[in-house]
């Protein structure tokens, strides 16, 4: 008799003790993801004064980037090169086309252009400057410094005729170590090829 109940009460300990396990598991919360996009110039304060231009229509793209960055989760890389993907800090969007939009806000602003498209572009409209830019490296470290490097040219209407280019490269401290100052970073790195774009562009107007 006293095995049997010996029994029966380890059995409702057993019990007790796995329900208290799945409780725990039900009640554990899961981090909440944050998601981001870049940061316009006029939303990093920085717009600076420009001349309009009515006359000239930009079109944006391609814009192409690194595999490695083609993912929804927010790309680090350390010195060493080792990358990672946080899983609960990703952009808001398509990254590329987020920096095409970016880009264009920005173009937009510097020359005081309101005809911006992005590629593919509608059939009616008929760029007189082309943008297209290659992105070679577009990440960071978070308790160092975000990066941007990029080959880019000014091309004519039907994309044959190269007007200027180069290759820029960019390098921007990370402040406050976590992904907000990483992608405010990267914006202020946008920025800055915006406007080498924007000079060049303009050099090219008569």
């Given amino acids: 008799m006293i095995t ?22 039900f ?9 981001y996009s870049l940061l316009t ?4 304060g920085a ?23 083609r993912r929804t989760q927010i790309v680090t890389r350390d010195a060493q090169n080792i990358y ?9 969007g398509v990254l590329e086309k987020d920096f095409a939009y970016v880009l264009g806000n920005n173009l937009g ?5 309101e005809q911006i498209a992005f590629f593919p572009w509608m059939h ?6 082309r943008v297209i830019i290659d992105v070679v490296q577009f990440d960071g470290d978070l308790t160092g ?19 200027a280019g180069g290759k820029s490269d960019y390098k921007q401290p990370v402040k406050g170590g976590d992904y907000a100052g990483l992608v405010k970073a990267e914006s202020l790195l946008l920025a800055e090829l915006s406007k080498e774009i924007a000079k060049a562009t303009a050099a090219q107007l008569p």
């Fill in 4 to 25: 049997i109940r010996l029994r029966i009460i380890i059995r409702l300990i057993g019990l007790l003790l796995t329900c208290v396990v799945i409780a725990g598991c």
């Fill in 27 to 35: 009640g554990k919360q899961s981090p909440r993801v944050t998601y």
């Fill in 41 to 44: 110039m006029e939303q990093l």
């Fill in 47 to 69: 717009t600076d004064a420009a001349q309009s231009e009515p006359d000239l229509r930009i079109g944006i793209g391609p814009i192409t980037i690194p595999d490695v960055l």
């Fill in 84 to 92: 990672r993907f946080d899983e609960f800090h990703r952009w808001a």
């Fill in 109 to 113: 602003d510097l020359l005081g252009v």
């Fill in 124 to 129: 009616h409209f008929s760029p007189t400057h």
């Fill in 145 to 163: 410094e975000a990066i941007l490097s990029a080959r880019w040219a000014i091309v004519d209407k039907e994309g044959k005729v190269s007007l």
